[in-house]
C-alpha cells in the first residue's frame, strides 16, 4: 500500500472518533475569571454533633489536591462556597453469619447541598441541592469508634464528590 493512501485511510478512519468527541473537554470547566475559593465551616443541620470540621477539612484538601481553584481568603476570593450538611445516617450492609439481626459491616452516608458564587456580585457558578458521599466501615467495639474512624473516609469520598461537580463536567 503505497504512503498517500495510508495516510488516507488513518485519517479516514480518526476523523469520526475526533468529531464524536468535539463537545467534550476534560480538566476544569470553571468560567476563565474564577480563580481563587473562599469556604466557611460547613453548616450543620444533621443530628450527628461536629462533623462539620471534618468536612469542611476534607473539601478544603480536595480542592487543594485538584488543583482548579485556589484557596484564598475571603475578602480577596474570587468565590464563596458555601456548604450545607442535611443528612447523615448509617446503614447495615451484612450480617454476622446465622444471626440476621446483628449488623458487622456498616455504610456512613453524608448528604450536602452546596453553592458556589462569585464574590463580587454573588452570581451562582455551581449549585446542587442533593450529593451523598459514603463509606462502609466494619463494626468493632462500639458504635461512637466505629463512627469516629468512618468519617474521615467518608468525608473524603462528599469532598470528591463536591468539587468534581464543582470543577468537572461531562
Given at each position: 500500500?503505497?504512503?498517500?493512501?495510508?495516510?488516507?485511510?488513518?485519517?479516514?478512519?480518526?476523523?469520526?472518533?475526533?468529531?464524536?468527541?468535539?463537545?467534550?473537554?476534560?480538566?476544569?470547566?470553571?468560567?476563565?475569571?474564577?480563580?481563587?475559593?473562599?469556604?466557611?465551616?460547613?453548616?450543620?443541620?444533621?443530628?450527628?454533633?461536629?462533623?462539620e470540621q471534618d468536612v469542611t477539612r476534607a473539601i478544603l484538601s480536595r480542592i487543594q489536591?485538584?488543583?482548579?481553584?485556589r484557596i484564598a481568603p475571603e475578602e480577596s476570593a474570587d468565590t464563596i462556597l458555601d456548604?450545607?450538611?442535611?443528612?447523615?445516617?448509617?446503614?447495615?450492609?451484612?450480617?454476622?453469619?446465622?444471626?440476621?439481626?446483628?449488623?458487622?459491616?456498616?455504610?456512613?452516608?453524608?448528604?450536602?447541598?452546596?453553592?458556589?458564587?462569585?464574590?463580587?456580585?454573588?452570581?451562582?457558578?455551581?449549585?446542587?441541592?442533593?450529593?451523598?458521599?459514603?463509606?462502609?466501615?466494619?463494626?468493632?467495639?462500639?458504635?461512637?469508634?466505629?463512627?469516629?474512624?468512618?468519617?474521615?473516609?467518608?468525608?473524603?469520598?462528599?469532598?470528591?464528590?463536591?468539587?468534581?461537580?464543582?470543577v468537572q463536567a461531562w
Open positions: 500500500m503505497n504512503r498517500t493512501l495510508a495516510l488516507s485511510l488513518a485519517a479516514g478512519l480518526a476523523l469520526p472518533l475526533l468529531c464524536g468527541c468535539a463537545g467534550y473537554r476534560l480538566g476544569s470547566m470553571l468560567p476563565s475569571d474564577i480563580h481563587t475559593v473562599y469556604m466557611p465551616t460547613c453548616v450543620n443541620k444533621t443530628t450527628e454533633p461536629l462533623i489536591m485538584d488543583g482548579s481553584l456548604v450545607t450538611l442535611t443528612r447523615f445516617w448509617l446503614d447495615p450492609v451484612s450480617y454476622k453469619s446465622g444471626d440476621s439481626s446483628t449488623a458487622n459491616q456498616y455504610r456512613m452516608s453524608l448528604r450536602a447541598s452546596y453553592v458556589l458564587r462569585r464574590r463580587a456580585d454573588k452570581s451562582v457558578v455551581a449549585q446542587s441541592a442533593g450529593v451523598t458521599g459514603w463509606y462502609d466501615f466494619d463494626f468493632a467495639g462500639d458504635m461512637t469508634s466505629s463512627k469516629n474512624i468512618a468519617l474521615k473516609p467518608a468525608a473524603e469520598d462528599l469532598g470528591r464528590r463536591i468539587v468534581n461537580g464543582i
